[in-house]
């Protein structure tokens, strides 16, 4: 084995992550600081604040993470950082740890795409996951189908032409007035449980469409109507919208996979695995109902437990690890640097 013991950090949304990982795939550390008490007093994710959220605990946090592995910086051979997609101001403030760590400590940088690593995290937890494998990407601000060819060699199958499932998710659970202290999707997974997914007939987005596209506005707009027109004072009416949601959202995902892996199938037919990554994926009723799919097609459902799928370090770090092994990073930045020089 290589050896390697790479620190991931991770902070292009809400989340302030970092997390150390061997390349032999055990995981040291993982340490997660969310802003979720802001995202209640604002409703969302306010830029400026982020940032200003994420300077506050990062270096906190990736001291956390080095103590809680027990390892200093000199028992690091690379440092991974996300820097993409994601608000910028709130990329830079991982960036610049990670520079500085790197540079005071001689380490090579690797840059990690954020969807790229809620990918690979799989083959972390499947070390059987061999390319090439399909994977459905489902976040607060994505929706990917990819056929993942090899590192680096990714095919689209289908994205996002509006808003991503997860949003969805967090509008559904702030007009019903749902508990957000963590986010929206667990609040409508657990109410979800005790209504009727039949009561409320959404139609399904892009039916029409014989694509491997998605479209979550539509049926945003179709549950803000239902709200509207309801009366959802008792519990049991929320509990309906929210399983009538869930089941149409989920139905959508169902129909795209289907189509996708047909796709695939004909451009890669040795494929035996779909991943299923990112926030929404930690929803076991999601996991069920792709799980019937993928054994309908004979493959294999590889999904990584819910503190894997959710933003997180641990997935930077393995990123980093399969970029550094392939001799994909970048040298040591100067030691000392100004602020504006990042
Ligand atoms: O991957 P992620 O942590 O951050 C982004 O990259 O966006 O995904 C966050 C999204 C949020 O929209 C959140 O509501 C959703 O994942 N999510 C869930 C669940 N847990 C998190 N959606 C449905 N069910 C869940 N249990
Ligand atoms: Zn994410």
Not at 95 to 104: E, F, H, I, L, N
Not at 149 to 164: E, N, P
Not at 197 to 212: L, V
Request: net charge negative; proline share 4%; with cysteine.
């Amino acid at each position: 084995d290589d050896n390697l013991v790479v620190l991931g950090i991770e902070t292009s949304c809400d989340d302030t992550a970092a997390a150390v990982v061997r390349s032999s795939g055990d995981i040291l550390s993982q340490v997660v600081s969310s802003q979720a008490d802001l995202l209640v007093r604002y409703g969302g994710v306010a830029p400026k604040m982020a940032e200003e959220a994420h300077s506050q605990v990062i270096d906190q946090v990736v001291q956390e993470a080095l103590n809680q592995a027990n390892v200093s910086e000199t028992d690091l051979s690379a440092v991974a950082v996300t820097i993409g997609p994601g608000l910028s101001l709130c990329l830079r403030v991982g960036v610049q740890k990670a520079r500085k760590t790197a540079g005071s400590f001689n380490l090579p940088i690797i840059g990690v795409h954020h969807m790229e690593a809620h990918a690979l995290v799989a083959r972390l937890v499947e070390r059987e996951l061999q390319f090439p494998f399909m994977a459905l990407l489902i976040s607060g601000g994505h929706n990917l189908l990819i056929l993942a060819q090899g590192l680096g060699q990714y095919i689209q199958l289908g994205t996002s032409i509006d808003d991503a499932i997860g949003e969805a998710y967090d509008k559904t659970a702030k007009w019903l007035g749902l508990d957000m202290r963590r986010s929206g999707g667990p609040a409508i997974e657990e109410l979800a449980q005790e209504g009727d997914a039949e009561s409320i007939k959404f139609s399904i987005p892009m039916k029409q469409h014989k694509d491997c596209n998605f479209s979550y506005a539509g049926l945003k707009t179709q549950v803000r109507l239902a709200i509207e027109s309801k009366n959802i004072q008792d519990r049991r009416s929320r509990a309906d919208i929210a399983a009538s949601f869930q089941r149409v959202a989920v139905l959508h995902l169902e129909e795209r996979c289907q189509r996708a892996i047909q796709w695939a199938l004909k451009i890669e037919p040795s494929i035996k695995h779909l991943v299923v990554s990112g926030g929404v994926a930690s929803n076991q009723y999601v996991r069920a109902r792709l799980d019937q799919v993928v054994k309908k097609n004979s493959l294999q459902l590889v999904c990584p437990p819910p503190s894997l799928c959710t933003d997180n370090g641990v997935m930077v770090a393995w990123t980093g690890i399969e970029h550094f092994r392939m001799g994909r990073f970048d040298p040591p930045p100067p030691a000392v640097e100004s602020e504006d020089f990042v």
